[in-house]
Nanobody, 124 residues
């Protein structure tokens, strides 16, 4: 069992650079690949970024590639999402999730555990 708690969201100016954190408790996060997803009002939850268990591979949605960076500190059981050059269309609730496998990380169904989400609102 893993519990995930996101933090770092809020109201941000366009072109801002906030960092989201996801703290894991319970079974150590190094046993899981980790991902970030987001959901805007009226839209389905979509993949943002993922990182393999060891941190040796990262994956990004085209919409955020080059602007967002996912990283993890297994010693702290924490995963981060550095968000740069934010746009109003990045406004969403951002969710952290844990997957038992390093494969298929772009798909919601591959993740067993989810955080409660943190709102990020980008003002123009």
């Amino acid at each position: 069992q893993v519990q995930l708690v996101e933090s770092g969201g809020g109201l941000v100016q366009a072109r801002g650079s906030p960092r989201l954190s996801c703290a894991a408790s319970g079974r150590t996060s190094s046993s899981y690949a980790m991902g970030w997803f987001r959901q805007a009002p009226g839209k389905e939850r979509e993949f943002v970024a993922a990182i393999r268990k060891s941190g040796g591979g990262t994956y990004y949605a085209d919409a955020v590639k080059g602007r967002f960076t996912i990283s993890r500190d297994n010693a702290k059981n924490t995963v981060y999402l550095q968000m740069n050059s934010l746009k109003p269309e990045d406004t969403a609730v951002y969710y952290c999730a844990a997957a038992p496998s390093d494969y298929g990380l772009g798909f919601v169904g591959k993740y067993d555990y989810w955080g409660q989400g943190t709102q990020v609102t980008v003002s123009s």
